[in-house]
């Protein structure tokens, strides 16, 4: 069965410092995997996916993370954090093995706040 | 583009009571998926349809169905609500059925009363 773990419920950082958000998967068939986001009061937004090829995948807003299979790894960065990056994140993996493409499984959440 | 439309955004409902909840998916999308968002359980996958068939269903009981019409929008309703059925419900519609890339409305806030 798939699963996801974020390590970390929240994670604190200043402006301008580095921001990771750490996500581990399980999964029997090779995994597609997502980060979402979630301000506020508002539904998801995705921010960045991988499914083959390039382990390092850019997303929106100056995110990026890296597959690592032998880690069994998915986890977020961005090199210099802002403001308006405090809310939730999201990893998800897709339930690919019982063929279900959308069907997503997501992880405990990580929530992101940034002081100045 | 319009994005996902979810309605209503907010309502409450007293326990036994029934709800309805609608989602109109982007223009062109085919699939629409219905979670779950609770502080305790997080997000949980409740049901998917495409093409007005159902393609996935998630554990939750028999009180939550759902359904989608010939234009790709989607219901979902709730029977003999419990106090526990309280949550956020997001709806999410994909392009295809095979992507895992899924774009969400805003949510149905439901409270249970």
């Known amino acids: 069965a798939q699963s996801v773990t974020q390590l970390g419920s929240h994670v604190s950082v200043s402006e301008g410092a580095l921001v990771l958000l750490r996500c581990n998967y399980s999964s029997s068939v090779p995994p597609y995997l997502f980060w979402y986001v979630q301000y506020p009061n508002q539904g998801l937004q995705l921010l960045l996916k991988?499914?083959?090829?390039?382990?390092l995948v850019k997303g929106i807003n100056g995110f990026e993370a890296e597959f690592k299979k032998s880690e069994t790894s998915f986890h977020l960065t961005k090199p210099s954090a802002h403001m308006s990056d405090a809310a939730e994140y999201f990893c998800?993996?897709?339930?690919?093995?019982?063929?279900?493409?959308?069907?997503?499984?997501f992880g405990a959440g990580t929530r992101l706040a940034v002081h100045p | 583009k319009a994005g996902v439309t979810q309605t209503p955004r907010y309502l409450i409902k007293t326990r036994g009571q029934q709800v309805t909840l609608s989602c109109s998916p982007i223009s062109g999308h085919r699939s629409v998926s219905w979670y779950q968002q609770t502080p305790g359980q997080g997000l949980q996958f409740l049901f998917e349809y495409f093409s007005e068939t159902q393609r996935n269903k998630g554990n939750f009981p028999g009180r939550f169905s759902g359904r989608q019409f010939s234009n790709s929008r989607s219901e979902m309703n709730v029977s003999t609500l419990e106090l526990g059925d309280s949550a956020l419900y997001l709806c999410?519609?994909?392009?295809?059925?095979?992507?895992?890339?899924?774009?969400f409305g805003e949510g149905s806030r439901l409270t249970v009363l």
């Open positions: 991988y499914t083959t090829g390039a382990t």
């Open positions: 998800a993996v897709s339930d690919r093995a019982s063929g279900g493409y959308n069907k997503l499984i």
């Open positions: 999410a519609s994909s392009p295809g059925q095979d992507t895992g890339e899924l774009f």
